[in-house]
C-alpha cells in the first residue's frame, strides 16, 4: 500500500498516526507529494488531488480519512481507531467539524488582503472559540480519555491534530487561553512518540 500527504495536512497525520498506533506503518510506503499543482505525482493515482489518499495493493485508491480510517482498522488485531459507541463518534464528529472549520478559516488568511472576506474570517474564528468552549468542559470532566497513555482512538486523534495545526500552523488562534484542561490535555497527547514522529512544520500564519 501507498500513503500519498504532505506534511503540513493534519487529515493526512490523522491516517500517519494511525499508522504508527496501530502497527501499521512498515506495511505502506509514504510518499509526500505536492498540492494544487498540476505536475503532481499525486495526479496520476487521485484525479481528485488531496490528501490523505491510501492506494491499496488492488490499485484502488481511499480518499479522506474518514473512509481511510474504517478500512485500517481491518487491518489489525489493536484496539479500534473509530469510535465504537456514540459518544465517541459525536466526540470524534465534535473535533473533525472544529478542524474543518479552522481550515477554511486558514485558507480565507492566505488569500491577499483585498480578496479576503470579512465575514467567513468572524464565522469561522465564533465557531472555533464555540467549540473550544464545549471541549474545554468535556475533557474538565474526562472526556477524550487522560491523552498520555492508553489507545488512541479517533477522537483523540481527530482532537489532537487539529490542536497541533493550530500550534504550528495557525496561530493567529490563541485556543489555550482560558482553556487550562484543553491545553494541559493537548500537551500530553503532543508528547506521544506517534505526535512526535508527524509534527507539522510551521507556516507563518
Do not use: K
Amino acid at each position: 500500500m501507498q500513503l500519498f500527504y504532505v506534511p503540513g495536512s493534519p487529515y493526512a497525520r490523522m491516517v500517519r498516526i494511525a499508522l504508527i498506533e496501530t502497527g501499521l506503518a512498515g506495511r505502506v510506503e509514504h510518499r509526500e507529494v505536492t498540492l494544487r499543482d498540476p505536475a503532481s505525482t499525486l495526479l496520476a493515482f487521485n484525479a481528485v488531488g488531496r490528501v490523505p489518499s491510501l492506494r491499496l495493493e488492488d490499485g484502488a485508491v481511499l480518499t479522506e480519512t474518514l473512509l481511510i480510517l474504517p478500512f485500517l482498522d481491518r487491518l489489525h488485531d489493536g484496539p479500534r481507531i473509530m469510535p465504537q459507541t456514540p459518544a465517541g463518534l459525536a466526540a470524534m464528529g465534535r473535533a473533525v467539524g472544529m478542524l474543518d472549520g479552522i481550515a477554511v478559516w486558514n485558507r480565507a488568511l492566505r488569500l491577499p488582503p483585498e480578496q479576503r472576506a470579512p465575514a467567513v474570517l468572524a464565522l469561522e474564528e465564533t465557531r472555533a472559540n464555540r467549540v473550544a468552549d464545549v471541549l474545554e468542559r468535556d475533557l474538565a470532566g474526562g472526556g477524550y480519555g487522560r491523552g498520555g497513555d492508553g489507545a488512541v482512538d479517533g477522537a483523540m486523534l481527530a482532537l489532537g491534530c487539529a490542536l497541533g495545526y493550530c500550534e504550528r500552523r495557525h496561530t493567529v488562534w490563541h485556543w489555550r487561553a482560558g482553556r487550562p484542561a484543553l491545553s494541559a490535555w493537548f500537551d500530553r497527547v503532543a508528547a506521544r512518540a506517534s505526535f512526535q514522529a508527524t509534527v507539522p512544520p510551521p507556516s507563518g500564519i
